[in-house]
């Protein structure tokens, strides 16, 4: 079994940076966090990716943040990040992550066989002013 903690989130002015930490704990063996990605939703919006990483550490963006956020993942303390910088108003949202035994579609927001993915957090807020 696989639970998810998000942290990390705050309120920040436009141009600033966060950190958002996705702690992993794990009962027993299992594939599922071996692909892992963040997803974000607005007020009134469908979810949206934002990030995933593979097993390898092969990444893939969504192209409203490429070059702003870099996902990563520290096996050795079990907890997935993503590092935002140049925060823009339109990043505001409740920020999840998510795993999943197969990699992740991060435009779909599925698992590469288009199936929903296992395990999701509960969310952290990222409110950007203007």
């Known amino acids: 079994q696989v639970q998810l903690e998000e942290s990390g989130g705050g309120s920040v002015q436009a141009g600033g940076s966060l950190r958002l930490s996705c702690k992993i704990q794990?009962?027993?063996?299992?594939?599922?966090?071996?692909?892992m990605g963040w997803f974000r939703q607005a007020p009134e919006k469908e979810r949206e990716g934002v990030a995933a990483i593979e097993r390898d550490g092969s990444a893939e963006y969504a192209d409203s943040v490429k070059g702003r956020f870099t996902i990563s993942k520290d096996n050795a303390k079990n907890t997935l990040y993503l590092q935002m910088n140049s925060l823009k108003p339109e990043d505001t949202g409740m920020y999840y992550c998510?795993?999943?035994?197969?990699?992740?579609?991060?435009?779909?927001?599925?698992?590469?066989?288009?199936?929903?993915?296992?395990?999701w957090g509960q969310g952290t807020q990222v409110t950007v002013s203007a």
């Open positions: 998510a795993a999943d035994d197969f990699p992740i579609n991060v435009r779909t927001g599925t698992n590469i066989a288009g199936n929903a993915l296992d395990t």
């Open positions: 794990i009962s027993g063996y299992t594939y599922i966090t071996d692909n």
